[in-house]
């Protein structure tokens, strides 16, 4: 399965942005999907997951202001980022949640910053 992520940029304090997430292969709709981030320095962590029938989860930093999503037909996973603030500047990255993982794709950087 190959992951393109795609949606980061340069954002001000209290800005949005959506990333998107597109995976091949035809398992992904069977699959917990996930959006991780790393920031420089710092280890990869998981900031919002979704089980294939839609429930998801998401971390205490991101609770309230992210919102994943995903479309099974599309084989597409989202992650809409409202009132972005600064300490969200990182590299982000889709995978599935159980492993074996998927080969990393090369990720998507965001950067919050007036």
């Known amino acids: 399965v190959q992951l393109v992520e795609s949606g980061g940029g340069l954002v001000q304090p209290g800005g949005s942005l959506r990333l998107a997430c597109a995976a091949s292969g035809s398992d992904f709709s069977m699959n917990t999907m996930g959006w991780y981030r790393q920031a420089p320095g710092k280890q990869r962590e998981s900031v919002a997951t979704i089980q294939r029938g839609g429930s998801a989860n998401y971390a205490d930093s991101v609770k309230g202001r992210f919102t994943i999503s995903r479309d099974n037909a599309k084989n597409t996973v989202n992650l809409q980022m409202n009132s972005l603030k600064p300490e969200d500047t990182a590299v982000y990255y889709c995978?599935?949640?159980?492993?074996?993982?998927?080969?990393w794709g090369q990720g998507t950087q965001v950067t919050v910053s007036s």
């Open positions: 995978n599935k949640v159980t492993f074996p993982r998927y080969t």
